[in-house]
């Protein structure tokens, strides 16, 4: 069972907020390893993925089509968090952003692909 639009916009939003906000109470503990800092840039990855989820909806939502302005849109959001923390953890987020978007968009082909099957049968 998948959540609509509208209900998906504020899972997203609230994520982006918890994310962001434990991120920057940690950003010390972040920036004091390596390991940790690569744990930062990931997490600023994740702030990526929600924030393009909230955007692809709240344009679902509004009639419109989300396109590359949304990815990149989300993609500086996240890395200036990631610069909060450690210039190295821009670099990490961008890498495991990459990763991310890949996998989505994997993801997401696989689920159209499934739909236009399903309205091709009946």
């Known amino acids: 069972m998948a959540a609509g639009a509208g209900s998906s916009m504020l899972y997203s939003l609230l994520l982006f ?16 390893t390596k390991l940790f800092t690569i ?4 997490t600023s990855s994740l702030l990526f993925l929600v924030l393009l989820t909230f ?3 709240f344009q679902e939502s509004n009639g419109m089509k ?7 849109l989300a993609e500086v959001v996240a890395l200036i968090a990631a610069g909060t923390v ?5 670099t990490t987020c961008f890498l495991f952003s990459a990763g991310l978007l890949y996998e989505v968009n994997k993801l997401s082909g696989i689920a159209q692909s499934k739909v236009e099957s399903k309205t091709r049968r009946h």
């Open 66 to 72: 989300t396109g590359w302005g949304a990815v990149v």
């Open 55 to 57: 955007i692809g909806n």
């Open 86 to 90: 450690h210039r190295v953890c821009i």
């Open 17 to 32: 907020l918890v994310i962001l906000s434990l991120q920057e109470m940690y950003r010390g503990k972040l920036a004091s």
């Open 39 to 42: 744990l930062g840039g990931f």
